[in-house]
C-alpha cells in the first residue's frame, strides 16, 4: 500500500503565500504522476496541479503564474508553492499519486491524502 500525508495548510491573507508538502510512503515500486486537487465546500474535486516522474507540469487556468508545483523522486515527495493567494482558493487541498506497490498482485492505481485545509482570508 502507498501512504500519503499532507502538511503546510493554514490560514492566509489574500496575496499571501503557502506552501504545501506531500510525501508518500509505505510499500511502494514506482510512482506515476503525483499532484495537488482540491475541493471547496458544495463544489466539485478540481485539478490544481500534477506534474509527471520526468518532471512536466500541469496547470489548471485558475492558478497558473501564481502556483508552482515541484517533486523530488528520490524521497517520493512533492510540494506546491502558492503565491498571490485569493480568497477562491479556500478549500482542502488534496495529495494524489498515480502508483503501484511491491506486492506480486498490486496494480497501478491513484492514491489520496487526508487533505490539508488552505483558507484564504480577504
Known amino acids: 500500500q502507498v501512504q500519503l500525508v499532507e502538511s503546510g495548510g493554514g490560514l492566509v491573507q489574500a496575496g499571501g503565500s503557502l506552501r504545501l508538502s506531500c510525501a508518500a510512503s509505505?510499500?511502494?515500486?514506482?510512482?506515476?504522476?503525483m499532484g495537488w486537487y482540491r475541493q471547496a465546500p458544495g463544489k466539485q474535486r478540481e485539478l490544481v496541479a500534477t506534474?509527471?516522474?520526468?518532471?512536466?507540469?500541469n496547470y489548471a487556468d485558475s492558478v497558473k503564474g501564481r502556483f508552482t508545483i515541484s517533486r523530488d523522486n528520490a524521497k517520493n515527495t512533492v510540494s506546491l508553492l502558492m503565491n498571490s493567494l485569493k480568497p477562491e482558493d479556500t478549500a482542502v487541498y488534496l495529495c494524489?499519486?498515480?502508483?503501484?506497490?511491491?506486492?506480486?498482485?498490486?496494480?497501478?492505481?491513484?492514491?489520496w491524502g487526508q487533505g490539508t485545509q488552505v483558507t484564504v482570508s480577504s
Open positions: 506534474i509527471t516522474s520526468g518532471g512536466s507540469t
Open positions: 509505505g510499500s511502494i515500486s514506482s510512482i506515476d504522476d
Open positions: 494524489y499519486a498515480y502508483a503501484i506497490g511491491r506486492a506480486p498482485y498490486d496494480a497501478w492505481r491513484e492514491f
